[in-house]
C-alpha cells in the first residue's frame, strides 16, 4: 500500500465550478503536506503547503488538512480551463524525503 | 534565470547501455533529488542530496548512482539499462531538506529502454 494514495481520475467539470480533489496518507509522522500542480510536459510547481491540521487559502485555492482521519483536500473556486493539470499532493516527516501521491487529472471544460 | 535544466529531453537506449541524465541548477540549493514518475504511481525518490559531497538513497535506488562533486549539478548514472526504467525523471531542488521549502523542478528528461 502506497503511503499517499490519490484517485488518479480524470475528473471533468465544467468552467464555474468548484472543484475538491482529496489524499489519504498512512504514515502518522507526516507533519507537512503540499499540493504540486503539473501540466502536460512540464515538471510539478508547488501550489500550497500546509503545516499539521487546519486550513490554509491562497486565492481561489484552499488546502486542507485532518490529521484525525488523515485526509487531505484541495479546493479550487471558479475553476478555469487554464487550471486543467495534473494534481499531486504529497507529505513527509520533517525529514528529507517526499513521498507524493499518483496524482489526480482534471480537466476544466469551457 | 534558468531555475532546474535537464538535458537531454528526450533519449532511446537499448538494454545494457550505460547513460548521464544530467542536472543543473543556478539558485545556490543545497537541496537536490532525483525522482522518477511512472503512470499511477506518482513520483518516487530515487537519489537525493543535502549538499555538495552528501548524497544518500531514496525508495528506488537501484540501478541508479548519483554524485554530487558541486552545488550546481547534480547527475544521474544509469549503470545498465533495464525496459524497467523506462519512465520520466524529475530533478528537483530546493534551498535546503524538503520539509517546508518548496521543491523546484525541472521539466524531465523522457527516457525509453529497449
Known amino acids: 500500500q502506497k503511503e499517499v494514495e490519490q484517485d488518479p481520475g480524470p475528473l471533468s467539470v465544467p468552467e464555474g465550478a468548484i472543484v475538491s480533489l482529496n489524499c489519504t496518507y498512512s504514515?502518522?509522522?507526516?507533519?507537512?503536506f503540499m499540493w504540486y500542480r503539473q501540466y502536460s510536459r512540464k515538471g510539478p510547481e508547488l501550489l500550497m503547503y500546509?503545516?499539521?491540521?487546519g486550513n490554509k487559502e491562497d486565492g481561489r485555492f484552499t488546502a486542507q488538512v485532518d490529521k484525525s482521519s488523515k485526509y487531505i483536500s484541495l479546493f479550487i473556486r471558479d475553476s478555469q480551463p487554464s487550471d486543467s493539470a495534473t494534481y499531486l499532493c504529497?507529505?513527509?516527516?520533517?525529514?528529507?524525503?517526499?513521498?507524493f501521491g499518483g496524482g489526480t487529472r482534471l480537466m476544466v471544460k469551457p | 534565470n534558468a531555475g532546474v535544466t535537464q538535458t537531454p529531453k528526450f533519449q532511446v537506449l537499448k538494454t545494457g547501455q550505460s547513460m548521464t541524465l544530467q542536472c543543473a541548477q543556478d539558485?545556490?540549493?543545497?537541496?537536490m533529488s532525483w525522482y522518477r514518475q511512472d503512470p499511477g504511481m506518482g513520483l518516487r525518490l530515487i537519489h537525493y542530496?543535502?549538499?555538495?559531497?552528501?548524497?544518500d538513497q531514496g525508495e528506488v535506488p537501484n540501478g541508479y548512482n548519483v554524485s554530487r562533486s558541486t552545488t550546481e549539478d547534480f547527475p544521474l548514472r544509469l549503470l545498465s539499462a533495464a525496459p524497467s526504467q523506462t519512465s520520466v525523471y524529475f530533478c528537483?531542488?530546493?534551498?535546503?531538506?524538503?520539509?517546508?521549502?518548496?521543491?523546484?523542478f525541472g521539466d524531465g528528461t523522457r527516457l525509453s529502454i529497449l
Open positions: 542530496s543535502v549538499g555538495a559531497g552528501i548524497t
Open positions: 504514515n502518522s509522522a507526516f507533519q507537512y
Open positions: 504529497a507529505s513527509n516527516n520533517a525529514g528529507n524525503m517526499l513521498t
Open positions: 539558485m545556490n540549493h543545497e537541496y
Open positions: 528537483a531542488s530546493s534551498y535546503s531538506g524538503g520539509t517546508n521549502q518548496p521543491q523546484h
Open positions: 500546509t503545516y499539521s491540521s
